[in-house]
């Protein structure tokens, strides 16, 4: 109790000093506690970017295994031997991507299928408008080969999830809307090709198998979309002109052996990547596929946020270390200045330990004043500064939930399984709630604050237990006199 009060009476007899001190801990505490609350928003937005753009994994061809057998001397063989490959690798299941998606490492999967159909009294969106026969090219080492293909793409969706191209804005519904049921017979066509053939909303269009006419499979337009600027290039229409859109079941049901099925696996984290792959090699994925992922995407999303903490954090270090420079510097000026008081102190019979606890404890009692008025201080800084790194990814997230409804036609709410309509679309995630930050600057912030104070003070004392430890009472007195 007596080093407190004394330690207490030396603070108010040395304001000058003292609050210089003070000041020095108020610039150190405010630039800790916005670095702080910035490296949180930041690790918050980092949050946030992850939810948004979610690990996708995807199977594609592995080309560079499939030409490593090639003889340039033996032409036909090994072309009959790629194409042989190309059929095997690419003969994916529905079966098999369960079987794929059935893993611990996988959060959810989705899938599309597609097939290549002709229909009737549906003339096709082509070049020469005469609705002829188009004959699709492959190419192997350079030589081309003329497979006859229908004149429509069957593209049919296993879910809301897997309707990438509504949910990335590329695919527009201009009239009707997706449905929502994913077992009927509902369809979506090109704005172009409804306007060719005067289609409309409710219509009926009858699909005929490309290797047997016998085979008829009847759509209802549930919707027209419009691909977004399908007016680029030098092509009369769009890339999707000729897709009719569904769902995977009702292509499944479609007697043909042409179905192709393409999946996507949502993985739980980056590190689940590779023991996936393995995973998937140990249940049967053709040595001739591949897993590929979206990990340069996610990570690209989130580089500049990253930036921004570790400025953060750099910053943080930077402020610490010069800040304990300074603070050193001074407590040798104060020592040498009360140099003739410790030297009285000592002999009075005050021992080392408790003088130097009584210096300690001056430097805490104005730490613990100045760390107080500038965290807040910091926080009301912090704040605006939190929330403007926060403001543009609330307004794009917002706008992009918005957005993605209006692509599936839903301008209305109870669409998704969100409350007032709103869902997580693959992964964009619904970050309302981040309106702001009211408390930046919470427990946690003022926990490491007081520790980094702390710390600060033990540092900065060292100079003062140092040289208290070296002086020798009768020498102090005897210089003096």
């Excluded at 060719?196 to 699909?207: E, P, Q, S, Y």
């Excluded at 393409?262 to 249940?283: G, M, W």
């Excluded at 926990?447 to 009472?473: D, H, M, N, R």
Aim: net charge negative; aromatic share 8%; charged share 20%.
């Amino acid at each position: 109790m007596y080093i407190l009060e004394n330690a207490w009476k030396s603070i108010v007899r040395n304001k000058g000093r003292n609050i210089l001190i003070g000041v020095i801990f108020i610039v150190i505490s405010c630039a800790v506690s916005i670095t702080l609350a910035i490296s949180n928003a930041s690790s918050t937005l980092i949050e946030s970017y992850e939810s948004k753009y979610e690990l996708k994994a995807t199977i594609s061809m592995n080309r560079n295994n499939m030409f490593k057998d090639f003889n340039p001397e033996d032409r036909e063989n090994s072309k009959l031997n790629m194409k042989e490959l190309f059929s095997n690798a690419s003969n994916i299941s529905v079966e098999d991507v369960e079987k794929y998606g059935n893993s611990e490492y996988v959060k959810s999967y989705y899938y599309t299928a597609s097939v290549q159909m002709d229909a009737k009294d549906l003339e096709k969106a082509s070049q020469d408008m005469g609705g002829s026969k188009d004959f699709g090219m492959k190419m192997f080492d350079g030589d081309f080969s003329e497979t006859s293909t229908g004149d429509f793409t069957i593209k049919g969706y296993s879910s809301i999830d897997a309707m990438n191209e509504f949910i990335e804005g590329s695919y527009t519904i201009t009239e009707g809307e997706v449905s929502e049921d994913f077992d009927s017979n509902s369809c979506l066509v090109n704005s172009q090709l409804a306007t060719l053939n005067g289609l409309k909303v409710g219509d009926t269009i009858t699909l005929v198998d490309v290797s047997d006419e016998s085979k008829e499979y009847e759509m209802v337009i549930f919707g027209i979309f419009e691909e977004k600027n399908e007016g680029m290039g030098m092509n009369m229409f769009s890339n999707s002109a000729n897709t009719i859109i569904t769902n995977a079941n009702y292509v499944l049901k479609m007697d043909s052996e042409n179905v192709s099925i393409n999946p996507t696996f949502v993985l739980h984290s980056k590190e689940d990547i590779e023991a996936f792959e393995k995973e998937l090699s140990q249940k049967g994925l053709d040595e001739n596929l591949m897993v590929e992922t979206n990990l340069d995407q996610v990570e690209g999303a989130t580089s500049t946020i990253s930036n921004v903490k570790t400025f953060a954090l750099t910053f943080l270090v930077i402020t610490l270390i010069i800040g304990t420079i300074v603070l050193l510097v001074i407590n040798m000026i104060n020592i040498r200045e009360r140099k003739y008081e410790i030297g009285v102190l000592r002999t009075i019979g005050m021992k080392k330990k408790s003088v130097c606890l009584q210096f300690i404890t001056e430097l805490c009692i104005v730490a613990s004043i100045a760390l107080t008025v500038g965290a807040g201080i910091g926080a009301s800084l912090s704040l605006p500064v939190s929330n403007r790194l926060l403001e543009n990814e609330i307004t794009s997230s917002m706008n992009e939930q918005f957005d993605i409804r209006e692509n599936f036609g839903k301008s209305g709410s109870g669409f998704g399984n969100m409350p007032g309509g709103f869902k997580s679309f693959n992964g964009v995630a619904n970050v309302q709630a981040f309106e702001s930050i009211d408390a930046t600057v919470d427990l946690k912030v003022l926990v490491e604050l007081l520790l980094i104070g702390l710390l600060l003070t033990l540092l900065s004392s060292i100079s003062a237990i140092a040289s208290i430890q070296k002086f020798s009472p009768l020498t102090i007195l005897k210089e003096r006199s």
